[in-house]
Structures are given as C-alpha cells and as structure tokens.
C-alpha cells in the first residue's frame, strides 16, 4: 500500500515537472520574441531616422546649391545678389501657386493667361527700362525678370480665387459609377412593373382555371352523391320487405 502511494505520488510530481518545463519552454520562447521584437523597433527606430536626417541633409544641400547657383546667377548676369534671391523666391513660389492651382482645377487657360501676361509685362519692363531710364542690360533685364515673376505670382494667386468647391469634389466622387446605378435602378423598375403585370395575368387564369376546376368536382360530387341516394333508396324497400 506504502508503494503504491508512494508510485502514484511519483507520477503525480512528474506531470508537475513536466507543467513546469512546458510553462518555461513557452516562457522561454515569448521572452526571446520580446527582445527580438525590441531590438527590430529599436533597429527600425534608428533605420527612419537615418533615412529622415539624410533626407533632410540631402534636401538642405540641394537648396543651399540652388540659392547659390541664383546669387552667382544674379550678381554675374544682373549686377547684384538680390535680383537672383528675388527671382529664386519668386521662381518657387509661383510653382507653388501653379501646382496648387492645378490641383483645385483652376482652368488651365487662366495660368495660361498668366504666363503670357508675365511675358508682356516682363518685355515692356526690360524696353522701358533700357530705352528710357537708360539703364544697364543687366540691372535692366534684372528688374524685367522681377516684375514678370511677380505679375505671374500674383495673377496665379488671382487665379486661385476662381476655385469652386462643386468641381473640385466632383473629382473624387464616383459620378460615372452614381449615373449606371440609376439607369440600373430605372431598369429594374420597368421590369418589376413588367413582371407584377405578367403575374397579376398569371394569378388571374389561374384562378379562372381553378374555378373550372372545382366546378368540375362539384359537379361530379354531386352526381357521385345522387348515384348514392339513388341506390339508397332502392335499397331501403328491399331491407323493409326483408323485415
């Protein structure tokens, strides 16, 4: 008895051993997940903000070559560094204003429109400029570039005014799609009308033909139940002439 207890006691720690290692294994395993998964947060933490910082070093660089190619530009061909700072602001902030204007659908005509104003009003500058103020080529065509850019400028922000809400939310609603459901709709309908009409035709001939057919029993029930009385009545005398 001792020895069975003391089996049974035996078998019953093993499973407990072996819970134990289970729990541990498992244990085990999620630790380890969690310090992968940690160390791939942390290496993909640092993998975008590598990439953000080059980004922005390369960004910075870029801008900084493009602010001294104008300066250079100005002060060779204009005369002085500001007219190349003055076109390079202006240059960026009409493109600004023309992508904007092309994603509110403002008609391409009017940048259009812009454009060759900015053109005119450049031409007539550098002439007067030249002609009548007497002044160097390079001040001169300096200025005219100037006063384009920023007729340009202004007339695309003038532009921007023309924005109507309905024409740019068309753009991102499904109206190709609204317009076959409704004809889908309307087609339905002419055939559900099309359909009740057949079956209301259907309902009534057939009703017709069960009328027919009932009056047909009817009929035959009644002959089968004057059959019977017949043959009911010739069979009562002979039952009393029986008695």
Known sequence: MAEREESERSLSESID???AAVRALFAGHWALLRAELGA??????ITLIGVAAIV???????????IALF???GEGLFG??????????????SLAAAIA???LRIAAGRRARALAIAVLVGGAS????ILVFKWAAGPAAGAAITLGLAVLLADLLAGLATFSAQR???RFLPLASEAELRATAGALEDLRDEALSGVATEIGEAIGSADAAIGTLRRAISRAAETLNRAAERIRPDREGDA
Do not use: K, P, Y
């Open 126 to 129: 550098l002439l007067l400029a």
């Open 17 to 19: 051993r072996l819970v």
């Open 71 to 73: 300066l250079v530009i």
């Open 80 to 93: 002085s560094q500001l007219w190349g700072a003055a076109h390079m602001t202006l240059i960026l902030l």
């Open 101 to 103: 204007s092309t994603i």
């Open 56 to 66: 922005s070093l390369v960004v910075t660089a870029l801008l900084g070559l493009l």
């Open 168 to 170: 740019f939310a068309d």
């Open 40 to 45: 791939i947060a942390r290496d993909l933490l």
